[in-house]
C-alpha cells in the first residue's frame, strides 16, 4: 500500500518530534530509548531490528531490507540518536519539549541529527509498507555515542559487527542545506571530513602557598602556551577539494570568508582546563584538553609534530583518542544523483562538494570501502542561522524547510534503490 505524501510528512515531522523528547544527552548517552522507539515504529509496519548494546544502554538499531540483485553493493543511511547536553536556562524553550513555534520545530537533536533519524525511518516504514522490492539492499544504521567520538556506536560496529553495516554507499548528516553567498544558492554534499586528534597537555610547577606570588607557577606557563596556541596559526594548505569548492563558490583561496579558513590548515582549540585544588595553594600541575582537526592526508603523528613545534620542549602530550580524516570521490552515480535532484528542486542553485570541519561516523564506515557523504537536505531562508545552531542553544528546524529536504532525500534514495517516487508515495 502506497502512503500519501502528506501523510509521510507528519509521520515523519512526528517521529521527530518524539525523538527530540527522548533526551539522550551524551554523555550519558542512554541511546536505548531512542533505539526501542525506533525499533517499535518499524515494528508497526512489520521491519525487524536489531539491538546491539556494546555497553548498557549504548545501543545501536539496525535493520535491512533485502534487494533483488545480492551483486549491487547496499546503500546504508546513517544516523546518530545521541545528542549533546544542554544548558536549558539559556534556551528560549524546553529543550526537549520537541515545541512547534515561527514556523520551526524547537529542540536539542531537532538539526544534530534527529531528524535525519525521522527521515530514515520514513524511508524504511513506507518501503515496507509498499510491497516493493529495491534492487539492492537498503540498511538502516541509527547509532550511539556519535558526540563523543563513536566509541559505543560506528566505530563499535565496524570493528566488531561490520557484516551489519557493510555498504558500498553510506548517506549521513551534514550536507544539502542552503549556503546563501553573494545573492546565489549552494547546496554542499559532503565528500569529506576532517580527522580528530585529542591531547592533554600538561606542565609543572613549584608548588607553593598563594601568599607568595610566582611568574613561574604551572598555571602562568600554561597560559603562555594557550595564548601561543590560539594566536598562531597552523600551516595552511588548500587540499584540491577545497580549491575546487572555493573556485565554484567564486571566493579566493587568498583571503576566504571566516567560516572557510578551518578547512584550510590543521586546527586545535583548548578546550577544558584543569588546575589547583584549593584556594592558597598554588598547584604543582596545570593541565589543558586540546581538540585537534586534521586535514585529509594528515595523521596524529604530523598534528603532534606541528604542535610541539608551536608550544616548545616543556608540556608533556597524552593522546586521548583519535579519529581519521575521510574523503570520497565525487565520480559516483550517487553523487551525480544527490547533485542533479537538489538543483531540480531549487532552479537556479548549485550542489558543491564540501569539506566539514568536524567529524561525523563516515569516517569508521569508510574503512569498511564505503563511498561515505553527508547528504541531510533542508531549504533555508538567508535569516535561519543554520550553522550556528548545531551544538547551540535554541536548536530549531524549518518545518517547510524539512518538508522539501524530505522529498529531495526520498527522490534520491528510491531512484538509487531502482524505484520511482510514486512507487513507494502517492
Known amino acids: 500500500m502506497k502512503t500519501s505524501w502528506d501523510k509521510a510528512k507528519g509521520y515523519a515531522l512526528e517521529a521527530l518530534r518524539g525523538l527530540i523528547r527522548l533526551d539522550t544527552s551524551n554523555p550519558p548517552g542512554n541511546e536505548r530509548i531512542a533505539a526501542d522507539y525506533l525499533a517499535a515504529a518499524m515494528a508497526r509496519d512489520g521491519l525487524e531490528g536489531t539491538i546491539i548494546e556494546s555497553r548498557p544502554t549504548r545501543a545501536n538499531l539496525i535493520a535491512r531490507i533485502e534487494g533483488r540483485d545480492s551483486s549491487r553493493p547496499p546503500l546504508l543511511i546513517s544516523s546518530h540518536t545521541d545528542v549533546v547536553p544542554v544548558e536549558a536556562a539559556k534556551w528560549s524553550r524546553p529543550p526537549f519539549s520537541a515545541e512547534i513555534a515561527d514556523g520551526c520545530v524547537w529542540g536539542r537533536g531537532a538539526i544534530d541529527m534527529k531528524a535525519k533519524c525521522a527521515t530514515d525511518l520514513l524511508m524504511m516504514c513506507a518501503l515496507r509498507r509498499a510491497g516493493v522490492t529495491p534492487e539492492r539492499d537498503l540498511i538502516l544504521a541509527a547509532v550511539a555515542d556519535e558526540e563523543a567520538g563513536s566509541e559505543y556506536g560506528a566505530k563499535f560496529l565496524v570493528e566488531r559487527h561490520p557484516e551489519l553495516v557493510r555498504a558500498g554507499f553510506v548517506l549521513n548528516e551534514v ?72 573556485e565554484a563558490l567564486g571566493v579566493s583561496t587568498d583571503a576566504p570568508p571566516a567560516v572557510f579558513v578551518p578547512m584550510l590548515s590543521n586546527t586545535v582549540t583548548p578546550t577544558i582546563l584543569r588546575a589547583g585544588y584549593k584556594d592558597n595553594v598554588i598547584p604543582g600541575e596545570a593541565s589543558v584538553v586540546l581538540d585537534g582537526r586534521t586535514l585529509p592526508g594528515e595523521d596524529p603523528e604530523s598534528f603532534m609534530a606541528e604542535l610541539r613545534a608551536i608550544v616548545g620542549p616543556e608540556p608533556t602530550f597524552e593522546l586521548v583518542k ?4 575521510a574523503e570520497t570521490t565525487v565520480d559516483t552515480p550517487l553523487y551525480e544523483l544527490m547533485k542533479a535532484k537538489l538543483e531540480a528542486a531549487d532552479p537556479g542553485a548549485r550542489a558543491i562538494p564540501w569539506m566539514i570541519p568536524g567529524a561525523t561516523d563516515n569516517k569508521f564506515y569508510a574503512k569498511l570501502g564505503a563511498a561515505c557523504y553527508g547528504f541531510a537536505p533542508v531549504r533555508l531562508e538567508p535569516h535561519i542561522p543554520f550553522g550556528s545552531l548545531y551544538h547551540s542553544n535554541d536548536e530549531r528546524l524549518p518545518i517547510e524547510g524539512f518538508y522539501w529536504g524530505l522529498k529531495v532525500y526520498a527522490e534520491v534514495v528510491l531512484d538509487f534503490l531502482g524505484l520511482r517516487f510514486e512507487d513507494v508515495f502517492e
Do not use: C, N, W
Not at 583519535?322 to 580524516?325: A, M
Open 175 to 246: 550536507g544539502g542545506f542552503t549556503v546563501h553567498l553573494g545573492g546565489a544558492r549552494f547546496y554542499p554534499i559532503q565528500v569529506a571530513e576532517k580527522g580528530f586528534v585529542t591531547v592533554k597537555m600538561t606542565v609543572g610547577g613549584q608548588p607553593g602557598h598563594g601568599s607568595m606570588p610566582r611568574e613561574d607557577t604551572a598555571i602562568a606557563r600554561m597560559a603562555e602556551l594557550i595564548t601561543k596556541i590560539v594566536k598562531t596559526p597552523m600551516r595552511r594548505r588548500v587540499t584540491p577539494l577545497m580549491k575546487r569548492t572555493l
Open 322 to 325: 583519535i579519529g581519521p580524516p
